[in-house]
């Protein structure tokens, strides 16, 4: 399923900003574990960004969340992203949580 044109920046907005939360979270989780600088977390988020402007469709999004499932470990949607259907429900509840906070910002 291709993105809508109009849609692709909602939906590259919501999805870098979600990944991006994770990566921090275990960037601080593990940077003194795997002796990790800024300037690799520079470039974590550098080939995220990147990534995400190449998707184009929910295929693209689901071999995206697949290439960086290790942030979803543990967590209820897990087992789901493993799917275009599971990946569609992701994006689609990150649209809606986007639009309750700039409803509730009004």
Request: with cysteine.
């Amino acid at each position: 399923m291709e993105i809508n044109k109009q849609n692709k920046q909602a939906v590259h907005d919501v999805l870098l900003t979600d990944l991006q939360k994770r990566i921090f979270k275990q960037y601080n989780a593990r940077k003194d574990t795997f002796n990790l600088t800024d300037e690799d977390y520079d470039n974590i988020q550098t080939m995220l960004v990147d990534k995400v402007l190449q998707c184009n469709s929910i295929k693209d999004i689901n071999d995206l969340l697949l290439e960086y499932i290790d942030l979803f470990d543990g967590e209820k949607i897990y087992n789901h992203i493993f799917t275009q259907d599971g990946t569609m429900n992701y994006v689609l509840s990150l649209l809606v949580e986007n639009a309750k906070l700039n409803k509730c910002k009004c």
